[in-house]
């Protein structure tokens, strides 16, 4: 092997350690090598002509507490609120009277990632978790308290349980204080992840006001349970306006933000949404009922409490007058991130999806690995049947690579004998190994040039395999029944370490004797974190390494290397 090419090997092995140890700190909450420590500051204001939001307040046992920013409704009974569970065939969730918070939603048929005879929790507001979505009122430029997130409200009369034959089922709550009624209907389809809002405002307290609706999302800053310490996938929020795009908010951006510091993403639009991303899962507010709603609105992040953060948009309603109401209609979607329905909910929700920095190939690599599933049944042969093409697609290159590679392994005991003859003579040793090169016509970059070619393409398949939520409870064959869960018996591990050090074997062998020994240890390194990874990522791995061998083998046997 080429000096050339071991100095490729050795950068990307080294950047591979540095960029697993730097995703193994974010994983446990410890700051990014790449970046300073946050700084813990003040929560940031709504935005520019805005009062500031309720600022709810968790006690010991999950339940909230009135925040003294807050005077609680006339109306709610101290510390008094009821849950109210409602379920479909895709969820089942729970409204809280206070406020008519969605304070739990369990995905059915989704399993959870630690425990699979448990169904995913999505929203969650419990000792060891607070993830909700609010909505409430605020008055523009102050004025008289408005009931929000916290107020207590009565749920009307009717069924919480979408019956056979039922396509839809509405649950409206109600609260009325100082002349103020303030209505919620959630609208819940089946077959569906998005849930209908619609609010009501009537005024009947003899005087205008100007109310202002607020969607927010309330989550803590821990990573989702169960996630793997070799990968790092984004959790936290993320927003969407057509002039700035799909943008990424961190926690620890949020938490360090001073107070009055503008935040690092748009704050006004008349258009766009806000989400909270993990992996493969997706929580977002998206204004109408319809999608890409036009309307101004005011979006803000803000750090709440200790690990406790949200991510919202504030809409104007209008004057109110006396006697008059106004009504709303909104959509939130909470559920798992199927690439192409999130297409048709709101421009750029699909986004949430995360593809690394290689979208632009990971898109349509995705569209291919669907048709090939179309085509087959089974997401585990649609990864072996892509893997075959993209290595049909590359042949002739990688035909090229190999045979670069097979005539250094032809010429590797020259180069070790003359290595050893001229040791001392270091110029002269670069002479004569430039020499046999010419003479056997052997390029030393050409084993690399190809690689380097191909690894976008390969990296793109790796991202389109780790985000699609398709891959979750997805079987392959025998043992194999979720390719987003390890091997439970590691063997698609060991037999991914069996081709890995089957390749180093049919490699040219470096005339340095530690760089051999080197070349041996690398693929048992890499290894240890298959052991670790999705069952649908090894096998992706292995395909690849499969039809790698047998292309390389025939090559050096055609070459005459390989007696």
């Known amino acids: ?34 970046a300073q420590p946050p700084a813990v500051t003040a929560p940031a204001s709504v935005g520019n002509g805005t009062a500031a939001l309720p600022t709810p307040v968790v006690s010991a046992n999950g339940a909230p507490a009135a925040s003294s920013a807050l005077t609680p409704d006339a109306s709610a009974p101290d510390g008094v609120s009821e849950k109210i569970e409602i379920t479909t065939d895709l969820v089942k969730a729970t409204v809280d009277t206070a406020g008519g918070t969605l304070v739990r939603l369990e995905l059915l048929g989704q399993p959870d990632l630690i425990d699979r005879s448990k169904n995913m929790v999505l929203f ?22 408005l009931p929000n997130h916290l107020t207590a409200m009565r749920v009307e009369p009717g069924p919480t349980s979408l019956q056979e034959g039922v396509n839809e089922l509405k649950v409206r709550l109600v609260s009325e204080a100082d002349g103020i009624t303030w209505a919620k209907t959630y609208t819940f ?183 090939l599933h179309k085509f087959l049944g089974n997401w585990g042969w649609a990864i072996v049947a892509l893997v075959v093409l993209l290595k049909a697609a590359f042949y002739w290159l990688n035909a090229n690579a190999y045979s670069s590679m097979a005539k250094m392994k032809a010429v590797s005991p020259r180069i070790m004998e003359m290595r050893e003859r001229l040791k001392d003579n270091p110029q002269q040793m670069q002479q004569e190994m430039m020499r046999i090169y010419r003479e056997e016509k052997v390029n030393p970059v050409g084993g690399c040039l190809p690689m380097v070619v191909q690894m976008p393409f390969f990296i793109a398949l790796y991202w389109v395999l780790l985000s699609s939520v398709e891959m979750r409870g997805a079987p392959w064959l025998g043992w194999i029944h979720d390719l987003s869960a ?71 046997k055609r070459l005459g290397v390989l007696k």
Do not use: C
């Open 1 to 34: 092997m080429s000096d050339i090419r071991r100095t490729v090997l050795w950068v990307v092995f080294s950047l591979s350690l540095v960029m697993l140890f730097d995703g193994w700190n974010k994983h446990n909450g410890r700051p990014s090598l790449f």
């Open 124 to 145: 969650d507001r419990s000792a060891e978790r607070l993830y909700n979505a609010q909505t409430g009122l605020v008055g523009a430029g102050g004025g008289a308290a």
């Open 189 to 371: 389809r089946r077959g569906d992840y998005v849930i209908g809002l619609q609010q009501e405002v009537s005024n009947q307290s003899g005087a205008d006001i100007n109310p202002q609706l607020y969607f927010q999302l309330l989550r803590d800053g821990n990573p989702p349970p169960g996630e793997s310490m070799f990968y790092f996938t984004f959790t936290g929020p993320a927003l969407y306006t057509d002039a700035s795009h799909f943008k990424k908010v961190e926690f620890k951006d949020i938490a360090k933000r001073g107070t009055g510091e503008k935040p690092d993403h748009d704050t006004t639009a008349d258009n766009g949404w806000v989400a909270v991303v993990q992996h493969y899962f997706a929580s977002a507010w998206l204004l109408g009922a319809e999608p890409n709603e036009k309307r101004p609105r005011e979006f803000y992040t803000k750090k709440v409490a200790e690990n406790q953060y949200a991510i919202g948009m504030v809409v104007p309603l209008g004057t109110v007058a006396a006697g008059a109401s106004v009504t709303s209609q909104a959509r939130l979607f909470a559920g798992p991130q199927e690439e192409y329905k999130l297409e048709k909910l709101a421009t750029g929700l699909e986004l949430v999806k995360d593809y690394g920095i290689l979208a632009i190939l990971s898109k349509p690599l995705f569209w291919l690995l669907t048709q």
């Open 486 to 556: 390890p091997d439970p018996f590691y063997i698609l591990p060991l037999l991914m370490t069996a081709t890995s050090l089957l390749q180093t074997l049919l490699n040219p062998t470096p005339p340095d004797p530690v760089q051999a020994k080197m070349m041996w240890i690398m693929p048992l390194v890499f290894s240890v974190m298959f052991f670790f990874f999705p069952a649908g990522l090894v096998l992706y791995w292995l395909s690849n390494n499969i039809l790698s061998i047998a292309q390389q083998y025939f090559i050096n």
